[in-house]
């Protein structure tokens, strides 16, 4: 009986020694151990557009990390949405047009009275503002649009936006057009080719597989948005940059002539509050990856990575900022 009772103390003492030893180092993980390792959810868009794959590539490149437990790439209706995701802290990661995050950091447009804080990661590739117009319609210059049946994207789209803003520049509104569509790029593209609208204006990557599909049957040409007009654009919207369609590029239409115009660029975006040494990691294995034979998404391929800190609407992350002073690509 007296052995029994001597065992049993044994028992009790041990498991009560391995508690404490366990409570003394559950917090031991911040040293970098894989506890500590940071669970991603990256915002992206629709399953169809070109923020969802962008993320399904970049996932397996952050998993690399020892500071990354997983990534979740999550489609969303993404700019606006990501960014009160982010807010929300149900991302910790998204990817964003510089519009968007520009009006969230200053409590403008859609987060009217509702300032986020958000920084940034990353810049990647612009959405570019490509304004078309039917050979015969005699449409040279956004000015020359006054009259004309436009299509001006669907309503509320960053198609749509951009439209308002460029159309502003030029002293013109939706009033001076004989006919005005909220289509898609599809419908818009159809209107053309049946000739009920003269022009449409289209902000997406370069080339726009519907804006290929009209050159195919129909003759056009770009519109630009250069000089006076781009420089008034760029004053009183600080996210738009400027932005050339080089000649002789099959892979950007195989125009005859270059063509200016103006783009959002669009960015990755992070919490403040997420680890100084996380971001870096993740930054740095944007960078690299940017700089192989690797990258499969086009719109990731026309970045030049030593740009990709350069001319950021918002605050980089102190993580990231770190990586770029380290390479020397901060402005």
Do not use: W
Not at 27 to 53: H, L, N
Not at 118 to 143: C, D, F, P, R, W
Request: glycine fraction near 12%; charged fraction near 20%.
């Amino acid at each position: 009986m007296k052995r029994k009772l001597i065992f049993t103390l044994i028992l009790a003492l041990s498991m009560l020694i391995a508690a404490c030893s366990n409570d003394s180092g559950g917090d031991g993980g911040s040293d970098g151990g894989s506890g500590d390792a940071q669970s991603i959810v990256f915002g992206t868009g629709g399953t169809s557009g070109v923020y969802y794959p962008i993320g399904g590539a970049l996932k397996p490149i952050f998993e690399e990390s020892d500071n990354v437990a997983n990534v979740t790439v999550e489609s969303t209706g993404a700019s606006v949405a990501n960014i009160q995701n982010i807010q929300d802290g149900l991302n910790q990661m998204s990817i964003v047009m510089s519009d968007v995050a520009y009006d969230a950091i200053n409590g403008e447009g859609q987060f009217d009275g509702n300032k986020v804080e958000i920084t940034a990661m990353a810049g990647m590739y612009q959405n570019v503002v490509q304004v078309v117009a039917l050979k015969g319609s005699n449409i040279e210059s956004i000015e020359d649009l006054k009259g004309k049946k436009v299509g001006v994207g669907q309503v509320g789209s960053g198609v749509e936006q951009s439209a308002k803003k460029v159309l502003e520049a030029a002293g013109l509104t939706y009033d001076d057009l004989s006919k005005v569509t909220h289509t898609g790029y599809a419908d818009s593209v159809q209107e053309m080719k049946n000739g009920s609208l003269d022009a449409a204006f289209f902000t997406s990557g370069v080339p726009n597989s519907n804006i290929t599909d009209l050159m195919q049957q129909t003759d056009v040409n770009f519109v630009e948005i250069k000089d006076d007009l781009a420089s008034k654009l760029m004053e009183k919207y600080p996210f738009y940059k400027e932005y050339t369609i080089e000649a002789g590029d099959e892979a950007a239409y195989g125009l005859e002539e270059e063509v200016n115009t103006v783009g959002i660029q669009n960015m990755i975006i992070v919490p403040p509050d997420l680890s100084e040494d996380v971001v870096y990691d993740l930054t740095k294995r944007y960078y690299e990856y940017l700089g192989t034979d690797g990258v499969a998404v086009g719109a990731l391929k026309q970045l030049d990575r030593d740009e990709i800190a350069k001319g950021l609407i918002i605050d980089l992350h102190p993580g990231a900022k770190k990586f770029y002073e380290e390479q020397g690509i901060t402005e």
